[in-house]
């Protein structure tokens, strides 16, 4: 069975710019969720949809939106890109809201300069 | 608001010992607490949970141990061997209500000296 899977690996863009990453769940999970790892903020949470809505949302600006498709894959957009919004961007993907356990990819990169 | 602390931040240990990485916990709705180990380059990933009704579990060389009136859980590894190196993060969730909202520990650097 394939595990989550996070695109692209890496990215550099500029401030400014907005970026667009992608994650495809485990199959047959339908709750995909987001979050961002900084040295200096650790893991926090940013959002979780679940059938094609958003269920949570951490405290991140309006600048950061995310949406799920109907086969469950999840998009996260990011708009104007300051500095700080490099990290590492994970994706993680539950059989359902109750069960609990998630299961993470291997993240993209997004560095911005 | 909801909050995970973990400690120790870092911690060394020598082939064959035994390391403990505790948590506590802020928010008394939680019920299902995962731990994660993260390799450099990777993404974390689930080596064991515990849920609000269990108060120990085993698997191999890990153990979780939960006290729900201190707020407290732990994770133990034994007999350590050099590929146990990594950073593991525990984390908390009130996993019915809150869906994917996981509150995670700042994280414990575990190296294991051969």
């Known amino acids: 069975k394939a595990g989550v899977t996070q695109t692209p690996r890496y990215l550099i863009k500029t401030r400014g710019q907005q970026v667009t990453l992608s994650c495809s769940p485990i199959s047959g999970h339908r709750s995909v969720s987001w979050y961002q790892q900084t040295p200096g903020q650790g893991l926090q949470f940013l959002f979780e949809?679940?059938?094609?809505?958003?269920?949570n949302k951490g405290n991140f600006p309006g600048r950061f939106s995310g949406r799920q498709f109907s086969n469950s894959r999840s998009e996260m957009n990011v708009s104007t890109l300051e500095l700080g919004d490099s990290a590492l961007y994970l994706c993680?993907?539950?059989?359902?809201?109750?069960?609990?356990?998630?299961?993470f990819g291997q993240g993209t990169r997004l560095t911005v300069v | 608001g909801e909050n995970v602390e973990q400690h120790p931040s870092t911690l060394s240990v020598q082939e064959g010992d035994s390391a403990v990485i505790k948590c506590t916990y802020s928010d008394s709705a939680s019920n299902y607490f995962p731990w994660y180990k993260q390799e450099l380059g990777k993404g974390p990933q689930l080596i064991i949970d515990?849920?609000?009704?269990?108060g120990e579990k085993k698997d191999q060389r890990i153990a979780v141990t939960l006290n729900k009136t201190a707020k407290h859980f732990s994770l133990h590894i034994t007999e350590t061997q050099p590929e146990d190196s990594a950073v593991y993060f525990c984390a908390a969730i009130r996993s019915v209500n809150q869906g994917g909202k996981l509150i995670f520990g700042q994280g414990t650097e575990l190296s294991v000296k051969p």
């Open positions: 949809y679940f059938s094609e809505t958003q269920r």
């Open positions: 993680a993907s539950s059989l359902n809201r109750a069960k609990g356990e998630a299961f």
């Open positions: 515990i849920r609000s009704n269990v």
